[in-house]
């Protein structure tokens, strides 16, 4: 049986829209299936997003960062989850995250802060990026580097004023790419020891 991913994010002008078919294509690579869910609008029906999150075996939130944080329409979502906060519904599932800004920096950390503070409100088990920085200089840091950011706890992408086409770049494509994978073998290993356990206590 396939482990689930799901894959929820906003993306406000399609550059983070990138990192998350990146993520999906990830979790297929490590031959697992993603439920790619975007966030539309602040006003949408949260309720079949909150579902299928709660059907998944984890997730990854991804959102741009605006003003130092996530966006506003990914934070109406986040908001919306309390209704599964209150049941206790997403406790122990695994998640990770992922985030986009036009500077370098940008205070992304702040947005994947506000991520895996998300996760922990619900007792989620967050799983970061778990590849290195790269060992080189910053000026040999290209657009084909892998986590050239820098980034532990999530994807840290960069993309410039253009078109989603052509930016962000290679290597942030495959930094998230890489994320998925993490997840996807990280949900199948947490899935299947929790099953034993399971039979014990029936």
Same mark, same amino acid.
């Given at each position: 049986? @396939? %482990?689930? /991913?799901? $894959?929820?994010?906003?993306?406000?002008? &399609?550059? %983070?829209?990138?990192?998350?078919?990146? =993520?999906?294509?990830?979790?297929?690579?490590?031959?697992?299936?993603?439920? =790619?869910?975007?966030?539309?609008?602040?006003?949408?029906?949260?309720?079949? $997003?909150?579902?299928?999150?709660?059907?998944?075996?984890?997730?990854?939130? &991804?959102?741009?960062?605006?003003?130092?944080?996530?966006?506003? /329409?990914?934070?109406?979502?986040?908001?919306?989850?309390?209704?599964?906060?209150?049941?206790? &519904?997403?406790?122990?599932?695994?998640?990770?995250?992922?985030?986009?800004?036009?500077?370098?920096?940008?205070?992304?950390?702040?947005?994947?802060? @506000?991520?895996? $503070?998300?996760?922990?409100?619900?007792?989620?088990?967050? /799983?970061?990026?778990? =590849?290195?920085?790269?060992?080189?200089?910053?000026?040999?840091?290209?657009?084909? %580097?892998?986590?050239?950011?820098? !980034?532990?706890?999530?994807?840290?992408?960069?993309?410039?004023?253009? @078109?989603?086409? $052509?930016?962000?770049?290679?290597?942030?494509?495959?930094?998230?790419?890489?994320?998925? =994978?993490?997840?996807?073998?990280?949900? /199948?290993?947490?899935?299947?020891?929790?099953?034993?356990?399971? !039979?014990?206590?029936?």
């Amino acid at each position: 049986m @396939s %482990t689930k /991913v799901a $894959i929820v994010y906003h993306s406000g002008y &399609g550059h %983070t829209a990138v990192l998350a078919d990146k =993520v999906a294509q990830g979790v297929r690579d490590a031959g697992q299936t993603p439920v =790619v869910l975007p966030i539309e609008s602040a006003t949408q029906d949260f309720k079949p $997003i909150l579902d299928a999150i709660t059907e998944a075996d984890a997730v990854v939130f &991804g959102a741009p960062t605006y003003m130092g944080d996530v966006s506003g /329409v990914f934070k109406v979502f986040a908001d919306a989850t309390s209704a599964v906060f209150f049941t206790g &519904g997403w406790k122990d599932k695994l998640a990770a995250g992922f985030t986009n800004s036009h500077s370098f920096a940008g205070d992304k950390g702040h947005a994947l802060a @506000s991520l895996t $503070i998300l996760a922990a409100q619900h007792g989620m088990n967050w /799983v970061n990026l778990g =590849v290195a920085p790269p060992a080189v200089t910053a000026a040999e840091r290209g657009p084909e %580097t892998i986590n050239r950011v820098g !980034s532990f706890v999530g994807v840290a992408a960069q993309s410039d004023n253009a @078109s989603p086409e $052509i930016t962000p770049p290679a290597g942030d494509r495959e930094t998230a790419r890489l994320l998925g =994978v993490r997840v996807a073998e990280a949900a /199948v290993r947490w899935t299947r020891g929790a099953q034993p356990a399971l !039979s014990d206590a029936a």
